[in-house]
């Protein structure tokens, strides 16, 4: 068996900032499987869960399967496991089938959404069960389970049994028991949605240094697309069974494929327009009601009718008009803290969702008040 790895020195502190700049790098010591998914189907009588997906994954990748309800995300996650077989196609790890392979024997590391604790075992035992199944000698496990609850920020709750600790606690035993064994492939089944907000965002940044500690290629699913957005090197946005769009979080974000995606991922405006003029990847558009601005544009669309995406957050106010802006009636606003959220309507009927952070200088509107919008090319994307 393989020697543990070295713990990463601060993985407690300053999780924020390691985070951030560990987006895009990997552990120092990648033990991650690669991942080929070919083809794979996956019917119900005529309804496919899964239809005909393809799907490459790296060693030492953190990808997320991201879609709502019923979109075949869970269903995936259950093929790669081995939970379900293959109606069609196959699915590789390092380059070999595994459709025959039991799902004890291909070795991943699970964790879902029910923490499946042990309630009569000490966090100890709990974590040192896969060891201990595995016929791992009593000193390795020892020195094994006494890393990992470190890694995991557990050390000081080891002989406590799992009614004696929260349920942000109990998801970290949980995560640690699928870690011990070092898996190549660890596959977590939407294992945030229980807990409240704030220890949901605390355990997505330690999931994710997790990530860059032990190499291992991580498969999330989930339906939120905030943690999808924070945690993964590369989303998959899953609907009707179909991958739709795949790429790092900031290309879903910013550039989403459809509109389906759009919505989906984040909150959206999109506004109907028509193409005025094209200049390489810039388009001149102009809308229902009148406004002309640009937008950037991949696709070789020259004439006719297209939706832009406008992110709220990328919308600027004004009290009084500029060259750029076009005027707007407030029919809603909101403060949320931090942020102020406004909706207002525009002259062509268009409803705009705006963001802005709260400032001193800046009163929150009233109902039937005019602000003067406006956004660049930068700010907005045209949807296939």
Known sequence: MAEPLALRAGISGGAGVATSQARGTRASQVIGSSIAVRGAEKRYGQFRAVDRINLDIEPGEFITLLGPSGSGKTTLLNLLAGFQS????????????????????????????????????????????????????????????????????????????????????????????????????????????????????????????????????????????????????????????????????????????????????????LIEAEIMQKRGTTVTLKNRAGYVFDAESRDAIDVGRVTVLVRPERIAIANEPTGSSTPVTVTSAIFLGEILRIEAQMDGGDTLLIRCTDTARRPLPNVGDCLHVSWGSEDCWVLT
Do not use: C, W
């Open 86 to 269: 293959l109606d069609g196609g196959e699915i590789l790890v390092d380059g070999k089938p595994v459709h025959n392979v039991p799902t004890h024997k291909r070795g991943f590391g699970m964790v879902f959404q029910s923490y499946a604790l042990f309630p009569n075992m000490t966090v100890t035992q709990n974590v040192a069960f896969p060891l201990r199944m595995a016929g791992v000698d009593r000193a390795t496990t020892e020195r094994r389970v006494a890393e990992t609850l470190e890694i995991m920020r557990l050390s000081d709750h080891a002989n406590k049994s799992p009614s004696e600790m929260s349920g942000g606690q109990q998801q970290r035993v949980a995560i640690a028991r699928a870690i011990v064994m070092r898996p190549k492939v660890v596959l977590m089944d939407e294992p945030l949605s229980a807990l409240d907000r704030r220890l949901r965002e605390s355990i997505q940044i330690e999931i994710r240094d997790l990530h860059q500690t032990i190499g291992s290629t991580i498969l999330f699913v989930t339906h939120d697309q905030g943690e999808a957005l924070t945690m993964s090197d590369r989303i998959a946005v899953l609907d009707a069974g179909k991958i739709v769009q795949i790429g790092r979080p900031l290309d879903i974000y910013r550039h989403p494929s459809n509109r389906f995606v759009a919505s989906f991922v984040g909150e959206s405006n």
